[in-house]
């Protein structure tokens, strides 16, 4: 009969209470507020080096555009053979905003010497990139920009990214 009494309460005790229960979803959550905001922050961070890398890649198409015309042709030309040499990215004038890392908006200034170009983050950081014919870049970013064109660009000063 012992060994019967064993057996059920052996079985009463199997699981676990509801105060076990509530202080493991208590840690999961304490966890959890810790980890949510790393993962957005590394996230962001993703999002930000997609629109850097594009501009990036736009430097060096751009530059390939520059020495075979000798200066930058106008932001006409420029449409037409960006996206012959890199078709990856989606090349827009000046007067439209970049709305993604991948679609990049470019401006010119009347002499032919400087390229501005502009690439939104997923993040919502606006990326500038500025080339001069002597090739020098400059590098600029607004954070919760609400547009992002070349244009805007033209002729501000660099802060770096």
Request: proline share 3%; aromatic share 6%; net charge negative.
């Amino acid at each position: 009969m012992g060994n019967r009494n064993t057996a059920t309460r052996r079985s009463g005790e199997e699981g676990f209470t509801l105060i076990e229960m509530m202080i493991v979803v208590m840690i999961i959550a304490v966890l959890l507020t810790f980890a949510i905001p790393s993962f957005l922050g590394f996230r962001a961070s993703a999002q930000d080096r997609a629109a850097q890398s594009t501009l990036n890649n736009a430097e060096k198409v751009a530059t390939m555009v520059m020495i075979d015309h000798e200066g930058f042709p106008s932001t006409d030309a420029l449409l037409v053979l960006l996206p012959a040499q890199e078709p990856r990215i989606e090349w827009i004038d000046h007067q439209d905003s970049s709305t993604g890392p991948r679609r990049v908006s470019i401006d010119h200034d009347d002499n032919g010497n400087e390229l501005a170009m502009a690439a939104m983050s997923d993040s919502g950081t606006c990326y500038y990139q500025r080339l001069h014919l002597t090739g020098s870049t400059v590098k600029h970013h607004v954070d919760d920009a609400a547009t992002c064109n070349a244009h805007t660009f033209q002729d501000g000063v660099g802060i770096g990214w």
